[in-house]
Each structure stands twice: as structure tokens, then as C-alpha cells.
């Protein structure tokens, strides 16, 4: 009953947040010098980390696909089964768990500990608005950058994946992307590239959340940070399975 | 229309005259700048705050001491406003701030300095830009130049003019309290509260903050709270003092009326302090 309980309430301090957050987020004055701050930490720090995982990924989808492909005699499919995998499902899932990795402990880690030292009160007790100034610009951060760190783990990953191509059986980038994309439309990849910034929502969302709600000294700070990477890797798989149905659906 | 705009108008005049008249008696004194009355706070059905009724005029110092947990520290916090109250009346400049939302609280805010008990310095930023943060914030029209004289101004007041750069993390726990009071006094509050002052403080550290409150008393003519355990600090720094006990003011006075209170607490208090 207690679990039950702590669900509900979770979910209910949850939206709560969420509202104070949007109301801040929409009124004046805007933290303009704070959001650049937070693209930066979110978007450029982000980068090698999700251009290696994205290469991983292509390097990873061609050895296997191309042992698969072989075997029902459609090794001509091998680009087209790399670009779709890639820009389709592991490109922005791929980059929704690495930057909840990265960033979701991060922002966790840091408000928790800017909670327990006090500094959030000191924040709001200077007439500022920690709504404003802490979660919304780190959230409004993680939603723009999402889909950008995105784009780039499908580009390194589609590279990594012709190039394990072009290694076992020597084919040019542009023969390798011409026939990857044949067929393509928009609708093919946009709405899966733009679906990351829920997740980005997602991340920021939950790692504020559970950054700004801490309680008790360094194991306080210790536990927001894991709960931040858990709960958002957790609730962008989640999201995720909903997402797609939705592109499905609409975007067929 | 125009009946409207005339209504307006006169309320506007009014609300205006009597923003005046406050100010002018809050500068000669007769009413109190800040003022908190019947106030009650419970933390999971604890009491901890019981009818709490205290006030402070222009360029005085109240100091409030009591046990632990007496809930000192959470008066502060109510007055700032971190806090909401079960029941009673935060009066600040006359207006009952305690049921206003985050952003109405804001003006008021902008009047109050708050030293927090670990001074709470933002530890990503120097010390200079600890104090030039609610200037970056509220006073966003001011010039580069104007903010930085400004900063230097405020760590001069406090002894820290050669540690701008430095972050908080390389300087003493005393120095912090420094920086913190600096950074309270950036918008040039009329209120100060000080929560714990010289805790964890060695007795000369503890003697620089006293003097230096005393300065800043002598200068800017704040109305001031401080939360103190320290009688010695509360004796030096404060024209008045209160002692809280099981969340109610025992009793309220210069400190030769706390010496000569025949109250049980107050005599066992003042003979272990």
C-alpha cells in the first residue's frame, strides 16, 4: 500500500514541478546567459560521447546484419537495413540513454547538492526564481539538443557502418548512401530524429526533479544522481514504445 | 470608463500616500519595519513555531536565541519566506506577506538579506561573483563598470577585497560568512537576518563578524534579526534580545531584563550560555 502511495505522490510532486516549471519557463525574465550555459554543458560536452556510441552502433549493425543478410541471399539490402536501423530506432535511442547517462547524473548530482548546501534557497531568497533559473533552462537545454546530438549519432553511426562495410567488401560512400536512402521520405526520418526531444523533456524533467527534492547530506546528492540516470533511461524506453506507435500512426 | 479611471486613479494616490506615511514612520521609528505576529509552524504534527509574535524597527538588532530546535532558524526561513506558516502574520513595510505566491514575494525579497548558517555560496563562482549575483539579476540596466565598483565596494565593507577571484571552497569558514553577508547586502536591503552568525567559528573569527555587523548596523540603519546560540555575539550585536522556548517568546528585552527575569528557563539559560 506504501509503494502505492509513493507512486502516486511521486507522480503527483511530478506534475506539480512540472507546472511550476512551464509557469517560469513562459514569464519574464528570461535566463538567456544560463540557457546558453546549459546548451553548451548539455550539447558540445554531449558530442564525442554520442558520436562514438553512434559509430558503435553502425559498426555493430553491419557485422550483424550483414552475417543475417547473407544467409537469406539479400546482402544488396545491407545499406538500407543500416540507414533505416540507424535513423530510425538506434541513433535516438541510443542518444536518449547516453545523454541521460551523462546528463541526466549531472544536473541530478549538481541541484542536489546546490539543494543540500543550501544554495537553492539562497537562489530563491535573493528574489530569483530557482524555477526559472535551474530547471527550466536545463530542461529547455536538454529538449533543443536532443535532437541535434541525434542527428549526429546517425551520421557517425551510418559512417561506421559503411565503413565496416567497405572493409570486408569495398563500396563508396555515396553508392553506400544512395542506396541506403532510396526510397526515403520525409516522413521516414524527421518525426523519429525529432521524437528525442520528449526524451530530452524526459531527462531534464526527472533529473531536475529529483536534483531539487533531495534530502540529506551526500548520500542525498548520491541517491539523486542515480535515480536521476535510472528513472529517465527507464521512462525514455518507455516513451519511446508510446513514440513510435505515434509515428506509426501518424506519420505512416 | 472615465468614473472608473478616476477610481483608479484616486486608489492609486491613496495606496501611494499611504506608502509614504509608512516610510515616514518607519524612519522615525514608530512603526516597526517587520513584524511577525501569532505565528505557528508544525513539521509532522510537532509544533515547532507556537504564537510566535516579534517585531523589529529601522536600525535596530533583535536577536532571538533559544535551544535547538527551538525552531529559530525556521522563523527566519518563514520571514523570507522559504517557508509557509500554518497560521499568522509576516508584516513587512505594513503588508502581510505570509500567503503570497514565489513571484509576488519577489519585491519583498529584494528588501530582505539573508546570511545563511554555512553562508550557502554558489560553489561553481568566485567569490566577486557571488556578490555581484543578485545585482546580474535584479539590477540587469546597470553598467559593467558600475556593478564591479559596486562589488568591490561590498567586499571592501567586509575585508575580501583581495579575494574576488577566489571560490569558496579556498577560503575559511569565516571568510564565507564574509562573502555571504556581502552578497545580503548587494541590493541594499532594508532588512537583514542572520541565521547563526559565528556558529562553528573560533572566538576571534567570531569577534570580526560581531564587529562587523556592528558596522554595517552603524551604517546602513537596517532592521536586523539574528539567530544566534552565542549570548556573548547577541549581548554585543543586539538592542534587544528574545529567548524562544517550546515554540513561544519566554520573554523579550534588553539583556539586563534577561538577567534580572525570575523565569525558570531564562535564569537556567543565561547560567549555561
Keep these: 500500500m506504501g509503494l502505492v502511495s509513493d507512486f502516486f505522490e511521486w507522480f503527483g510532486s511530478l506534475g506539480l514541478f512540472f507546472w511550476h516549471v512551464l509557469k517560469a519557463a513562459v514569464t519574464p525574465p528570461y535566463e538567456w546567459r544560463e540557457l546558453i550555459r546549459q546548451l553548451d554543458e548539455v550539447g558540445s560536452k554531449s558530442l564525442p560521447l554520442v558520436a562514438m556510441a ?11 546484419a550483414r552475417s543475417s543478410l547473407s544467409r537469406f541471399g539479400a546482402k544488396a539490402m545491407l545499406p538500407s537495413a543500416i540507414v533505416y536501423s540507424v535513423v530510425l530506432e538506434m541513433g535516438p535511442i541510443i542518444t536518449g540513454l547516453v545523454v541521460s547517462g551523462r546528463v541526466g547524473a549531472g544536473i541530478g548530482a549538481e541541484l542536489a547538492s546546490m539543494k543540500v548546501t543550501e544554495q537553492i534557497d539562497a537562489i530563491e531568497a535573493s528574489a530569483i526564481n530557482p524555477y526559472r533559473l535551474l530547471a527550466a533552462t536545463r530542461i529547455l537545454a536538454c529538449i533543443l539538443m536532443l535532437p541535434l546530438l541525434t542527428l549526429v549519432a546517425d551520421a557517425t553511426g551510418v559512417f561506421a557502418g559503411w565503413l565496416t562495410q567497405t572493409i570486408v567488401e569495398p563500396v563508396s560512400l555515396r553508392q553506400f548512401i544512395n542506396t541506403g536512402f532510396a526510397g526515403a521520405t520525409f516522413n521516414s526520418f524527421v518525426p523519429p530524429t525529432f521524437k528525442t526531444a520528449v526524451f530530452g523533456l524526459i531527462v531534464g524533467l526527472i533529473a531536475c526533479f529529483q536534483g531539487m527534492r533531495t534530502r540529506g547530506g551526500a548520500e542525498g546528492v548520491g541517491r539523486a544522481a542515480t535515480n536521476s540516470v535510472v528513472l529517465s533511461s527507464l521512462f525514455v524506453i518507455l516513451a519511446d514504445v508510446v513514440l513510435v506507435k505515434f509515428i506509426l500512426v501518424f506519420f505512416p | 470608463m472615465i468614473f472608473n479611471a478616476i477610481v483608479r486613479e484616486t486608489n492609486m494616490a491613496t495606496a501611494s500616500d499611504i506608502s509614504m506615511k509608512q516610510d515616514q514612520l518607519e524612519l522615525d521609528g514608530s512603526v516597526p519595519v517587520l513584524s511577525v505576529s501569532n505565528l505557528c509552524k508544525s513539521f509532522g504534527g510537532r509544533k ?40 499568522g502574520e509576516v508584516c513587512i513595510h505594513g503588508q502581510d506577506i505570509a500567503s503570497l505566491s514565489m513571484d509576488q514575494l519577489g519585491e519583498f525579497r529584494k528588501k530582505m538579506g539573508f546570511l545563511f548558517q554555512h553562508a550557502a555560496l554558489y560553489d561553481s563562482l568566485t567569490v566577486g561573483e557571488n556578490v555581484a549575483f543578485p545585482l546580474d539579476h535584479h539590477r540587469r540596466s546597470m553598467a559593467r563598470s558600475e556593478k564591479a565598483e559596486r562589488v568591490r565596494q561590498l567586499l571592501a565593507e567586509v575585508g575580501l577585497q583581495r579575494d574576488t577571484d ?22 541594499e536591503p532594508a532588512i537583514l537576518l ?19 555587523v556592528l558596522k554595517l548596523q552603524r551604517e546602513h540603519h537596517m532592521a536586523s534579526i539574528v539567530v544566534t546560540h552565542d549570548l556573548h555575539s547577541a549581548k554585543t550585536i543586539a538592542n534587544r534580545l528574545a529567548i524562544l522556548d517550546k515554540g513561544n517568546v519566554v520573554i523579550e528585552g534588553t539583556f539586563e531584563d534577561l538577567q534580572e527575569s525570575n523565569i525558570e528557563f531564562v535564569r537556567e539559560f543565561l547560567s549555561h550560555a
Excluded at chain 2, 535551544?67 to 525556521?74: A, H, N
Design chain 2, 166 to 187: 577566489k571560490m569558496p571552497s579556498d577560503i575559511s569558514g569565516g571568510m564565507q560568512k564574509r562573502a555571504g553577508l556581502a552578497r545580503a547586502l548587494a541590493l
Design chain 2, 48 to 87: 515547532v513555531l507556537n504564537g510566535v509574535t516579534l517585531s523589529v524597527k529601522r536600525g535596530e538588532t533583535l536577536a532571538v536565541l533559544g535551544r535547538s530546535g527551538t525552531g529559530k532558524s525556521v522563523l527566519l526561513r518563514i520571514i523570507i519566506g522559504l517557508e509557509k506558516p500554518d497560521s
Design chain 1, 54 to 64: 553512434g559509430a558503435a552502433i553502425g559498426a555493430v549493425l553491419s557485422m550483424e
Design chain 2, 194 to 212: 542572520l541565521d547563526e552568525p559565528t556558529a562553528g567559528l573560533d572566538p576571534i573569527s567570531s569577534g570580526e563578524i560581531d564587529d562587523l
